[in-house]
């Protein structure tokens, strides 16, 4: 059941206008006050109002300068990633192009061929047996070689850092 009253306007206009409850008319007070449907519509709209006040005065904005500045960072990301697709695009087609053409060549070539180009590169590549002491000797060294890499690496990220991020 919904009741409606013909001076629910007039007590929304009165609230958006700030002049409830004391700015008002006398006669919308005494109507709000005798009417159920003006009073709890009064009291959600001033609860309501009162909120958005609240809001906007906790509102930080940001500084003009610092909207643009973001506007203008955000445009230039996306225009190096809107241009960066079709080079992704054609980079991935010529990587599965020469994928396929090695497998055509491959499977096109004489086994004489293949067992030949076989016997050339087992010639280049040592045969390896491990032992134990070998392994052992392996292990041994990893401390040394892993905090190697990480003296390196904390050289080196800086320096790599600055260059990607470097603004010519």
Known sequence: MTCECDREQ????ALAAGRWPGGCDE?????????????????????LLSDQEMARREARV????????????????????AA??????????AASVVVW????????LPAEYVAEWRA???EFVPNV????????????AVPFVVLLTVGVWVVLAPIAIYFAVVDD
């Open 10 to 13: 007039d007590v929304l206009d």
């Open 27 to 47: 006669e919308l007070g005494a109507h709000v006050n005798a009417c159920g449907t003006c009073r709890d519509l009064a009291d959600v709209a001033a609860a």
């Open 62 to 81: 940001p500084p003009a300068g610092v909207v643009w500045w973001r506007a203008q960072l955000r445009a230039r990301e996306d225009a190096a990633r």
């Open 84 to 93: 960066g697709r079709p080079v992704a695009f054609i980079q991935g087609v």
């Open 101 to 108: 053409l090695l497998i055509a060549l491959y499977r096109a």
């Open 120 to 122: 050339w590169l087992t």
């Open 129 to 140: 047996t491990l032992t134990i002491s070998d392994v052992s000797r392996l292990t041994a």
